[in-house]
């Protein structure tokens, strides 16, 4: 079965940076489309960032220029480096991914996210 794992989350100050990493099996990682969605508390899941199959990418403009997300096909991973973290960035943070959206097929389990000011 297809399984999405994300890793990386933590506790950080505002200013900071993590990695997130999202490590998929049981699908043909190559032709699908990535992305990270977050959700904080009391708020809706919204996209973060997203890489295509051919590797063209997509930011929401609220973390363009702090945030950058690739892939790796070679290890069925993709990443999402968070630069300059703002507590506004505090949330679940969850790999997904699809063939042809826009619906995501599949999502991880979401990893935890905290800026402190």
């Known amino acids: 079965q297809v399984q999405l794992v994300e890793s990386g989350g933590g506790l950080v100050q505002a200013g900071g940076s993590l990695r997130l990493s999202c490590a998929a099996s049981?699908?043909?990682?190559?032709?699908?489309?990535m992305a990270w969605h977050r959700q904080a508390p009391g708020k809706e899941r919204e996209l973060v960032a997203a890489?295509?199959?051919?590797?063209?990418?997509y930011y929401a403009d609220f973390v363009k220029g702090r945030f950058a997300i690739s892939r790796d096909n070679t290890k069925n991973t993709v990443y999402l480096q968070m630069n300059s973290l703002k507590p506004e960035d505090t949330a679940v943070y969850y790999c997904a991914a699809t063939k042809r959206g826009p619906r995501y097929d599949y999502w991880g389990q979401g990893t935890q996210v905290t800026v402190s000011s």
């Open positions: 049981g699908l043909t990682f190559g032709s699908y489309a």
């Open positions: 890489i295509g199959s051919g590797a063209t990418t």
